[in-house]
């Protein structure tokens, strides 16, 4: 096992709340640690110095290349408990199935989406909104990172049947015309409310109406509105 103080780590989070989590969080732990943005930013840092121990991903939605995942130890956090949810927009298609707590699963990155060996699962509730929620991962994610650089685990493989989750499109924030109550509308408000995704959203007389900050109180839903004049239509 390598002494975690004689080691180097790379964090990379392209979210706005993932460099404060790495500055609290992360950057005081044993070791030299990185972080950058982007992934040329990533190649800037990997040519910089000494090979990293771990590449910690975090929010990140940007396609690692396949090199960079053989030549390192690169681990991600996905919001589903693999096999089950691999694939695209996991919060909202949890919530969506009407899950109110999942896994926060830290993985090994392969070339297959989500398809790595797990090193740790954690318990993560899916109340509030979008960016909260985020948040919340991105603090469970630190606690897991500390794990993995103490214990250095060797990741196991994945076991059962997977379940595939499909990436959103924007379109589908448009508010669905069935949804069966203002606990269903609530959730689907609050599933897009953070950066990442258009807000749950009506078209109507020309103006587009954004929901956000949604709240049930005494029987109905409350939430912020934004208007703006839609687009007029390609010729």
Partial sequence: MIP???????????RPW?????????????????????????????ESGPAPRYIFFLHWSMRVPDA???????????MTDVP?????????????RGHRETKLTALRMV???????VYAKATLSLEGNAEEIYLRAGRLSADLIRQIVQDQPEPAPQTGEPVIFQRRKPAQSALPTDLPDLTALHDFIRMLDAE?????????????????????YDGRLVADVSVTRTPPPAP
Wanted: charged share 15%.
């Fill in 18 to 46: 993932n460099r404060p989590l790495f500055d609290s969080q992360l950057v005081s732990l044993p070791g030299q640690w990185d972080f950058v943005a982007t992934v040329d930013q990533l190649t800037a840092c990997l």
């Fill in 111 to 117: 070339h297959a989406m989500d398809a790595g060996p």
């Fill in 196 to 216: 990442g995704y258009p807000h749950a959203f009506i078209e109507h007389g020309g103006f587009r109406l954004e929901f956000s900050r949604a709240a049930l």
């Fill in 4 to 14: 975690p103080e004689t080691s180097r780590y790379i964090v990379a989070g392209s």
């Fill in 84 to 96: 089950y949810g691999r694939g695209g927009s996991p919060l909202q298609n949890l919530i969506v």
């Fill in 68 to 78: 960079l995942l053989d030549q390192h130890e690169c681990v991600c956090f996905h």
